[in-house]
Structure formats: structure tokens, C-alpha cells
């Protein structure tokens, strides 16, 4: 049986994943598409072999097997909400709307209730695997550090709030330092990776450092886990979009292997 996918969000993410199920690299269906912006579903439409039809959310769910969200974290509860309540499947892209520690509470008791799974891919960054392991033992510290160029952080509410003079960094400089949960609330659309750092590491601390960097051309996430297992160190280049610095190409990758992993037979890893 093919894998029916419903896609909520049609930028960046949304598009790339759109065209991955339309190339045939996601063994599936995308039976429709979702977006407050109506013209922006209709060009991605357009964009595509297979012109997927537009609904509204309610039908679009009880057309899916999956839904996937891909639109920001103010979307989240409502999609949750509306997937998880019909028992389909979830994958959430906007993981940092999960540090609402009741927020998540809610989605973990309904994908219960329904018996449905809620997927979250690793996003942007590498070593998830170790860390969900480290995170039977003890983690003692978690140290994320994310560097981009200031076009990056452009309309983030960190920025507005402080006033920051993005045209004004001419080095590398640290805009902003502070836990997972206030980096997310922060940043919403450049560091989702801290929350998905969080969720992996059982709760433990997660600290996050923000550097704009003017001479860099990549999206960089560093990050240091250190426990009673030993530390544990991954750096990441990622290529940004082009349509969308604020959001780096791997993010997207990782949400198709992930779908594909759902799709496919044989899984491959943890």
C-alpha cells in the first residue's frame, strides 16, 4: 500500500519535500497540501508533475496516513491537534513549539489515546544517535553553538526585540546566549535544532550560543555533550537555502529520509 502524505506548509522545507515525493524518491502519495497562503500552495502546485489538490486542514488530515507539518511553531497545535485526534501519524518540523512543556504533554497523550506515532526528524545537526544513547547514563551539559551569516537572523523576534543592526556586524560576534528553551522563543525559525537537542537528551540542560558571522557562507551548528559516558563532539556546514537562509538544506534531507524510512521496508540505523 502506498503512503499517503498530507504536507501543512508550503516554503522552503514544505517545497523541497513536495518535490522529493514528486521526483519518486519517497516511495508515497502526496494526496494534497495545506497553507494559510493560498497563492503560495497554488505555485507550488504549479511547480510540480502531479498538481496536488489544495484543502482545508480538516480534509486534508482525513485524506493522510501521515501529516507533515512544515510551517512554524504557531501552526503546531492546531495541526497536532487536528492529525493526532483522527489517529494519523505526524511528523513535526517546528520541533520548538515541543519545549511548551504542556504543549508536548498534549501530543504525547493523544498520539496515545489514538495509537498514532509522532515523528521528529534530527534536522540540521548529526550524532542524535548518541546522544538518545548517552541519555540513559547521565548528560551533564549539552553546548549547542550556531553560527550564520546576519542575513540569517533577519525578522527573528530576538532581533526586533533588541534592535538589533544586522547591516552593522562587520566580524563575528555572539548575539545571544541562553538556554534551549529561550533561544527557540528567540529564534523560531533558525534554531529549532536546541529543542530537538533537548527532547533527545532526556531533559538535560541544553545551552545555546548564537554567533552572526558576516564572512561565512554556511549555516554551522556545533555541539558538545559531556556526561558520565564520556563527551561527545559534532560540527555540522550546512548549505542554506537559497530561497531561505534561515533554514539549511539538511533539515529538509532529514525530513525525506525520514519519510522514506517510514515508507520503506528495511530501516536502517536507530
Known amino acids: 500500500m502506498v503512503l499517503k502524505i498530507g ?4 516554503g522552503a522545507i514544505g517545497t523541497e519535500i513536495a518535490r522529493a515525493i514528486d521526483r519518486g524518491d519517497i516511495k508515497a502519495s502526496l494526496v494534497g497540501v495545506f497553507d494559510r497562503n493560498a497563492e503560495r500552495a497554488e505555485e507550488l ?21 501521515i501529516v507533515v507539518e512544515a510551517a512554524s511553531q504557531r501552526a503546531v497545535p492546531e495541526v497536532a491537534k487536528a492529525t493526532l485526534e483522527r489517529g494519523r501519524d505526524l511528523m513535526i518540523m517546528s520541533v520548538g513549539a515541543l519545549l511548551d512543556g504542556e504543549l508536548r504533554e498534549r501530543v ?21 544517535d548518541g546522544l538518545k544513547s548517552a541519555s540513559s547514563g547521565d548528560i551533564e551539559l549539552v553546548t549547542l553553538t550556531t553560527i550564520k551569516n546576519p542575513q540569517g537572523f533577519v525578522g527573528a523576534p530576538y532581533i526586533e526585540e533588541k534592535e538589533i543592526d544586522l547591516d552593522a556586524i562587520t566580524e563575528a560576534r555572539v548575539i545571544f ?12 525559525a533558525n534554531v529549532n535544532v536546541a529543542a530537538t537537542l533537548s527532547l533527545a537528551a532526556g531533559g538535560a540542560k541544553v545551552m545555546v550560543r ?6 561565512t557562507k554556511v549555516n554551522i551548528h556545533q555541539i558538545t555533550a559531556e556526561g558520565n559516558f564520556g563527551r561527545i563532539t559534532t560540527r555540522v556546514q550546512n548549505v542554506p537555502f537559497p530561497r531561505n537562509p534561515k533554514t539549511s538544506y539538511l ?12 515508507a520503506e521496508p528495511i530501516k536502517i540505523g536507530t
Open 45 to 65: 502546485g504549479r511547480s510540480l508533475s502531479e498538481l496536488p489538490r489544495v484543502f482545508e486542514l480538516k480534509d486534508l488530515v482525513e485524506r493522510s496516513d
Open 177 to 188: 546566549e541562553g538556554s534551549a528553551e529561550e533561544a527557540v522563543a528567540a529564534f523560531p
Open 210 to 215: 548564537i554567533v552572526a558571522d558576516p564572512d
Open 251 to 262: 533539515a529538509a534531507l532529514s525530513a525525506i529520509a525520514t519519510l522514506r524510512s517510514i
Open 7 to 10: 504536507l501543512v506548509g508550503c
Open 108 to 128: 504525547e497523550d493523544l498520539a496515545r489515546c489514538h495509537r498514532c506515532r509522532v515523528y521528529i526528524p534530527s534536522g540540521a545537526i548529526s550524532g542524535l
